[in-house]
């Protein structure tokens, strides 16, 4: 059952804690971090058309600050798939190898039109 996906970035400005507002320095920030792995994760569930999935839960451990122009390369491993409810386990590295992230992340998926209309 195991799916995994893998994609790379390089660091911009707009990625950074200086620039986000959670920090002061200009480093990738956590907010970019976990957006990252949220988009990696997403990208392993296929769902139907009229569907999405949303993230529900994330836990993070940003381990190593990197620096603009930075490539990171982050891994989502699925590793439960229970009806419309996925989880997995995602790491971020950087490109001496190092990991720079590491966490657990649930999303389910919905049916869009039903979702929208309920927050309306």
């Known amino acids: 059952m195991e799916k995994q996906l893998s994609q790379n970035i390089i660091v911009n400005e707009n990625q950074t804690a200086e620039s986000l507002g959670s920090g002061l320095l200009p480093v990738f920030s956590t907010p970019a971090l976990v957006a990252f792995m949220e988009n990696t994760a997403m990208k392993l569930i296929e769902v139907p058309e009229g569907s999405s999935s949303v993230g529900t839960y994330i836990s993070v451990k ?47 998926v919905i049916d869009i039109e039903k979702f929208m209309a309920k927050i309306k």
Not at 65 to 85: D, F, N, W, Y
């Open 62 to 108: 940003h381990l190593k600050a990197s620096l603009v122009g930075e490539k990171i390369s982050c891994t989502a491993t699925l590793v439960e798939h229970e009806g419309r409810r996925y989880s997995f386990e995602i790491k971020a590295f950087d490109s001496k190898g190092d990991i720079i992230g590491e966490g657990n992340h649930e999303r389910f």
